[in-house]
Nanobody
Framework: QVQLVESGGGLVQAGGSLRLSCVAS????????MGWFCQAPGKEREFVAG????????EYADSVKGRFIISRDNAKNTVYLRMNSLKPEDTTVYYC??????????????????WGQGTQVTVSS
């Protein structure tokens, strides 16, 4: 089993920045890819960003490319999401995820996906 705990959410003005953190415990998550999703009320959970095991390969949703940066520190079992130039439409709950993939990239087929409990991000206009 893997446990994920997010932090760093909060209230920020449009144009501002936040950094989300997600600490993993349990199995050796340095062997897992990690990612971030978001989910607004009444909508499906959507992919935001993903990072491979080494941290050298990243993937982003089109809506956040150029604004958000995902990174990881395997020594700390932590993945980060730096959110810049935030917009009111970025307001939602953000979830950390980790999974075992066939290849070392986020978009590879996977098994055993794990979720954190979520952290709220609110961007005021």
């Amino acid at each position: 089993q893997v446990q994920l705990v997010e932090s760093g959410g909060g209230l920020v003005q449009a144009g501002g920045s936040l950094r989300l953190s997600c600490v993993a415990s349990g199995r050796i998550v340095s062997t897992y890819v990690m990612g971030w999703f978001c989910q607004a009320p009444g909508k499906e959970r959507e992919f935001v960003a993903g990072i491979n095991r080494s941290g050298r390969s990243t993937e982003y949703a089109d809506s956040v490319k150029g604004r958000f940066i995902i990174s990881r520190d395997n020594a700390k079992n932590t993945v980060y999401l730096r959110m810049n130039s935030l917009k009111p439409e970025d307001t939602t709950v953000y979830y950390c995820a980790t999974r075992q993939t066939l290849e070392d990239k986020w978009s590879s087929p996977y098994v055993n996906n794990y979720w954190g409990q979520g952290t709220q991000v609110t961007v005021s206009s």
